[in-house]
């Protein structure tokens, strides 16, 4: 179980698999854990690093940190890893995450893999502070409250009832702290970011989104696709926030089909020569 420190923050990570690296950053609330969808997939023809963000899973929690401190802690990760360079998939905060990785870390990202989230400009309304303290509520109290899963916000209309049955087992299990949680919350309230700092990316980009999300509005992942200047848009229809279990076979094939491409045209730029090891790049300091 492999630990990375940052600024005294122990965070949970792992990796499986060989090829060029992807680095993946969940959203809200959950563990790495939850992207077990698309690991068998991805780990068969990738190295795949994955981690905790702090307040779920193995990783420590705190109070106070920003979504800055958490593309931070995502660095932090590649540099354990020994990752100069990797492909950057985030879904919900962990695409927010990752778009604040790319702004200020921009050479140390191939291309970006963005699901069912936003360009968080200041316009956009965000979770009111007396809504977060919902989170504090017991388990049980907080099910009363939340919308029940399998339509809209948790995974849309076209989930199958097995999918959503075994994330739900999935999630049970799931490891997160409140005032973790909480925190993180709180840092997505107090971030914005500019349209024209995300159109100022060059990398080639992935945005995908579920056309029944409710959590994250569909135009705003329209929205974003159009911002940045090399993207390509996958709609998955009859979906919600969770495609990734709702449509786990289109999101296995959206996923690989786009970093196969960013690949080759990796190659290229590099002057045609194949297997060209992204892995073992000298690392760049902050």
């Known amino acids: 179980m492999p630990i990375a420190e940052r600024n005294g923050v122990r965070l949970h990570w792992a990796q499986q698999g060989d090829g060029t690296p992807l680095l993946l950053i969940m959203g809200h609330r959950y563990s ?8 068998p997939a991805l780990t068969a023809r990738h190295r795949v690093i994955w981690f905790d963000n702090r307040g779920t899973g193995g990783s420590d929690s705190c109070t106070g940190f920003t979504v800055r401190d958490m593309a931070l802690d995502a660095l932090a990760i590649m540099d354990a890893a020994g990752v ?3 492909h950057v998939f985030g879904v919900s905060m962990g695409g927010g995450i990752a778009l604040e990785l790319a702004i200020h870390q921009p050479q140390r990202v191939i291309s970006l893999l963005l699901g069912c989230t936003a360009m968080l400009t200041a316009d956009k309304p965000r979770m ?5 303290t919902l989170y504090y509520l017991p388990p049980w109290a907080l099910r009363l409250i939340l919308p029940k899963p399998g ?7 076209a989930a199958p009832a097995q999918a959503i049955a075994a994330d739900q087992a999935m999630l049970a299990k799931d490891r997160s702290v409140v005032r973790g949680v909480v925190a993180q919350a709180a840092a997505i309230a107090g971030y914005s970011v500019t349209a024209e700092a995300v159109a100022a990316l060059t990398m080639p980009s992935l945005v995908m989104h579920g056309d029944e999300d409710s959590a994250v509005p569909f135009a705003w992942g329209v929205e974003l696709a159009e911002t940045l200047p090399d993207s390509r848009f996958v709609k998955f229809a009859g979906c ?3 495609f990734i279990v709702a449509a786990r076979e289109q999101a296995d094939s959206a996923v690989l089909e786009f970093i196969e491409t960013a690949d080759r045209s990796t190659e290229s730029r590099s002057g045609g ?6 892995s073992s790049q000298p690392f760049l300091t902050e």
Do not use: E, K
């Open 84 to 86: 100069q360079l990797a």
């Open 273 to 278: 020569r194949s297997g060209v090891d992204l």
């Open 151 to 157: 339509a809209g916000q948790g995974y849309g209309s």
């Open 128 to 132: 009111p502070a007396i809504v977060r």
């Open 240 to 242: 919600g926030h969770n």
């Open 32 to 39: 790495s854990a939850m992207w077990y969808p698309l690991l």
